[in-house]
C-alpha cells in the first residue's frame, strides 16, 4: 500500500462506532463504516494488509478466514461483559467468550448459543475430564446439538504470529456427534495469562474450519 493511502484508511476506521452491539443488530454508525470500508477496498482492490497498516488502526485487530477462504480483517467493535465481538467489512461477525468462539452472523449456518457442562475456559479445560457441549443453529434451526468434548495440552512452543513471535501453549479440543458421524478437533493457542492469540475452530458441521488471529491485543 502506498503511503498516501493510509490516512484513507485511518479515516475510515475513525469512523466506526465504539458503542455497544447487540447481538441481534449493528449500531447505524457502524454500518455507515461498513460502506465506507467496502466501497475503499473495492477501489484499491491491490490494497493488502500489512503489519504497518495494523498497528496505525487505533483499534484491537484480527484476521479472520473461513475455510479456504481469503484472509480478512476484523476489529473489535465492542465488550459487553465477557464477551469480545470482532466484525469484518463485509458484514461478519464473531462473539468470542473465555479464549473460543461461541457466536457468530452473517454466515450461511450461524451458531447462536454454545453451552458446556463446566467452566469453559479454554485455557484450563485441558484440567477437566471429558464433557458434554451443546451447540444451537440459526439456519436451518437446531437447538442443542450435543457434542462430547475432550481437551489435551499438547505443551508450550514458539508460533510464529502475523505480528511477532510468541510462547503459546497449543490447546487441542475434539469434539464428537455420535449421531451425525461429525468428529473434529479444534486448536487453541494461549499465552501464560490464558488469553488466546490465535485458534482453528469449527463450530458446525454445516462450516469449514474458522482461523482467527489477534494482530492487536484489546486493552482491556
Not at 51 to 57: L, R, T
Not at 100 to 107: A, K, S, V
Not at 203 to 214: A, D, K, Q, Y
Request: net charge positive.
Amino acid at each position: 500500500m502506498n503511503n498516501k493511502n493510509l490516512p484513507i484508511v485511518l479515516f475510515i476506521f475513525l469512523m466506526i462506532s465504539c458503542s455497544s452491539l447487540e447481538t441481534n443488530r449493528i449500531a447505524p454508525g457502524y454500518q455507515q463504516a461498513y460502506l465506507a470500508i467496502k466501497s475503499y477496498f473495492a477501489e484499491n482492490s491491490n490494497t493488502s494488509i500489512t503489519p504497518s497498516v495494523i498497528k496505525n488502526i487505533p483499534y484491537a485487530s484480527g484476521l479472520l478466514r473461513i475455510g479456504r477462504g481469503p484472509v480478512g480483517l476484523v476489529i473489535l467493535e465492542s465488550v459487553i461483559g465477557s464477551k469480545y465481538i470482532w466484525v469484518s467489512e463485509d458484514g461478519v461477525y464473531i462473539v468470542m467468550q473465555n479464549g473460543r468462539i461461541i457466536e457468530t452472523r452473517g454466515l450461511h449456518n450461524n451458531l447462536i448459543d454454545f453451552y458446556a457442562a463446566h467452566d469453559d475456559n479454554i485455557a484450563s479445560s485441558s484440567e477437566v475430564k471429558p464433557y458434554y457441549s451443546y451447540y444451537s443453529y440459526d439456519e436451518p434451526k437446531l437447538i442443542n446439538l450435543k457434542f462430547k468434548s475432550s481437551v489435551t495440552d499438547k505443551g508450550i512452543s514458539l508460533q510464529k504470529l502475523f505480528m511477532e513471535n510468541k510462547q503459546l501453549r497449543l490447546i487441542e479440543e475434539n469434539i464428537n456427534n455420535e449421531y451425525l458421524g461429525w468428529t473434529r478437533n479444534n486448536k487453541f493457542w494461549v499465552d501464560e495469562s490464558g488469553f488466546t492469540w490465535k485458534l482453528e475452530q469449527y463450530i458446525s458441521p454445516r462450516l469449514p474450519v474458522i482461523s482467527f488471529e489477534v494482530t492487536k491485543k484489546p486493552k482491556i
